[in-house]
Each structure stands twice: as C-alpha cells, then as structure tokens.
C-alpha cells in the first residue's frame, strides 16, 4: 500500500501575492547586469546603481524575500517604487506530492504568457543521507521524442525564462524552508545549512535547446553573494546537442551528464533520435573536447535499463570502448514505466552483470535507485501525472464551488 501524500495547494495562497498589474517587470532572473540596467530604467541614480544593485540581488537570491517591503535597508520611498514597477512573483504550486520515500514534486503553473495563456511544468526534490538533489526543468515539453521518457511524448510548448528556471530552485527553497531566516528558526536544519545540495537539469526539456536562458539562470544559482550553489553541484544533462556541448562548458560551466543510452547508432537512433542527426562518434569527440574535463570534473554518462534493448554483456562491453580515455562515470537507471511504453525494465541480474563489465574497467557504475515512483517523479516519467493533477485540481475547485 502506497504512502504517497497528495498536498492540494489550490485553495492555499500561494508563496507570493499575484501582481495586480501583469505588465510588471520580472526581477527574478535577471543578471547582476540586467538587474542593474533595469533599475537605471527606473530612474536610479548612476551613483546608486553598484549599491542598490548588490542589495536587492542579496535579497532576493541570498535571503529570499518575496515583497519589497522586506527589504528593510532599502529607503521606504525606493521600495514603494519599485513595488509599483517590478515583480518577485514565483510560479505557482498548484500541487505537491510527497512519495513513500520522501521525493517531492512539485506542479507549478507558470504566469500567463503574452496570449494570456498558462503551462504546468514539474520540478522534484530527492533527498537522501548525503544530499538532497533538485531536479528543475528548461522547457514545457520536449521536441526529442525518446521512446523511453514520457516526457518526450509531451509536445514542446516554449522555452522556460531564466526567472522560471531559477524560481524552481527559490521556490524549492520556500517549500524546503532553506533560506537564513527559516533555517533559524527550524532544529531539524541541516548542519550545512543546505537542503538543497545538487541541481539537476534533468526535468522536462532538453537545456541546451534553451542555451541563453539555462546559461543566465545558472550564473544566478551559482554567484556567491546569492543562491551559491557550486557549479561542481550543477549538472546540466544533454540528450547530444553536439554543437552546443563545448560551449557549454566553456559559458556555462557545471558539470555534464550525456543521455547515451545505447551502444550502437542503430539502436540509439531508435531510442533517442536525435542520434540521427549527431552520431555516437560526434557526441564523443566533443565529450572530449569539454574544457576543463579531468578525473575531478568525469562526465556522466545516463544508461536507461531496457530489457532485450541494450542491456547485454556485448553492450556493456562496447560501452568501455566508447568511452576510452574519457574521464567518466556510468549511471546505470533501471527503466521506470509509465502508462503506454512498450519497453520494460532489464532484469536485475542482467543489470548486475552489465555494471559488472563497466566496473572491472575501470568505471564507476552505481545502479540508480528509482525514487518517486508512485508519484511519476522518477527519471523520464515527467509529464502525465502533471495533466492528471491539472485535472484533479480542477474538479476541486469545480466541486468547492458547488
């Protein structure tokens, strides 16, 4: 019997007030460069700008705050003006579960687009003894069609904004109680201070479809006097958008994570047919041509688990030859089913053998233990479970309204 707990957050207010006038300016997101430029457009003094700059980022990325009215060493006046002009609203929790295991999702709807429309994407939080891992999303939907993930069944609507992206992580924070002022006050807080340790760009969408706006939202989680995440703790996972993978290392600079999932282009452009345009050999040319790559900074490499697919001792075998003189690392990820999939997860001893082969060379391979399951959190479920919550939380506003 599942334990999953199912928080209805649409009768809830949500974390910040919705803006009465929707032609306010979104601060969240902004660069320190844009940030500033957007405040010399409000009128602050060139004088000012370094200062008011450094402390509204402060506010918002390191303490957090979501009214201006708490940024209490900012002038009153300053503050009314810049309530009248901009915005801190986050996304909306529309719902939250919580798994049997702990693991978090989170349905957030995001504000009304230029047509007045409104998308859903998912964010989710895995904790664990060691860490508690965020898995945020870059776009609603995906254009890969992978015939593993479900997210991929998901037509693509937009790209997210660096403020959506990054808000998945700030908004995480709020649900967590992360930031100094709630961490004060809780005795369960960790002694790092950190729920959140890792960021993962692994939800819905493929980041570097959505380069300029992944790469702004990372320079935000990143910068020290805000949200301060190492980029060593960020990982951006690629499908194989091979022309932009040394760029991103070179702009963007977290850690990498390449959606392999097959050993031979024949089977890999069935799986992930974006292989058709970008080969293996391609993809792994430019695997060793990501700066900085080194023993300290491997490359994962993602491995879905498929039965009679790719899971056999000549495929792990290929695996190591592919990945000749590449620092890195193989997640090994039993499949995860979701309604419809014609594939199924290996059996647990072929997985074992196949980590077998790619240890003995050399490689680490941990086998990833799926989480969030009864939830459709896990790797490549994203997607229907966000259309049947939509629904659900529909027919509880239908019904409380009588």
Excluded at 112 to 141: A, H, M
Excluded at 263 to 271: A, C, D, G, I, Y
Excluded at 313 to 327: C, N
Aim: net charge neutral; with cysteine.
């Amino acid at each position: 019997m599942t334990t999953t707990t199912l928080i209805n957050t649409v009768d809830k207010a949500p974390a910040v007030p919705p803006q009465a006038d929707c032609a306010a300016i979104p601060l969240i997101g902004l660069t320190r460069t844009g940030l500033r430029s957007a405040l010399a457009d409000a009128g602050v003094p060139e004088r000012q700008l370094r200062m008011r700059t450094g402390q509204l980022w402060r506010w918002i990325y390191n303490r957090g705050v979501a009214s201006f009215d708490d940024m209490t060493d900012v002038a009153k006046e300053l503050r009314a003006a810049l309530g009248e002009r901009f915005t801190l609203e986050r996304p909306e929790i529309v719902s939250e579960q919580i798994s049997n295991d702990g693991t978090r999702k989170w349905l957030l709807r995001l504000a009304p687009d230029e047509l007045g429309r409104r998308q859903d994407v998912e964010t989710v939080f895995i904790p664990e003894d060691d860490r508690g891992t965020l898995c945020i999303s870059s776009q609603v939907g995906c254009t890969l069609t992978c015939t593993f993930c479900h997210t991929g069944t998901q037509r693509l609507v937009r790209n997210l904004t660096a403020g959506e992206i990054a808000s998945q992580i700030m908004l995480a924070r709020d649900r967590l109680g992360e930031w100094p002022h709630q961490l004060e006050a809780n005795p369960d807080a960790p002694v790092s201070g950190r729920f959140i340790t890792n960021v993962v760009l692994m939800g819905m969408g493929e980041p570097l479809y959505n380069f300029d706006n992944v790469k702004d939202a990372m320079e935000i989680a990143g910068d020290g006097e805000g949200i301060s995440l190492s980029k060593r703790r960020i990982t951006l996972s690629t499908s194989g958008v091979v022309p932009e993978i040394v760029r991103a290392g070179a702009e963007i600079g977290t850690m990498l994570a390449i959606s392999l999932h097959a050993t031979t282009n024949e089977v890999r452009n069935k799986l992930v047919p974006l292989n058709k345009k970008y080969p293996i050999a391609e993809l792994l040319q430019a695997c060793r041509d990501y700066p900085g790559l080194s023993n300290a900074r491997r490359i994962t490499f993602e491995y879905v688990m498929l039965k009679d697919v790719n899971d056999s001792v000549a495929d792990a075998k290929r695996l190591v030859q592919l990945l000749k003189g590449i620092p890195a690392k193989v997640n090994l990820i039993p499949f995860n089913p979701w309604p419809g999939t014609a594939h199924e997860c290996s059996d647990w001893g072929t997985i074992e053998k196949f980590a077998e082969v790619v240890n003995r060379a050399g490689y680490s391979s941990p086998v990833r233990t799926p989480r969030g399951r009864d939830i459709m959190a896990a790797c490549g479920q994203l997607k229907s479970a966000s259309e049947r919550l939509s629904a659900r939380d529909r027919k509880a506003l239908q019904e409380a309204a009588g």
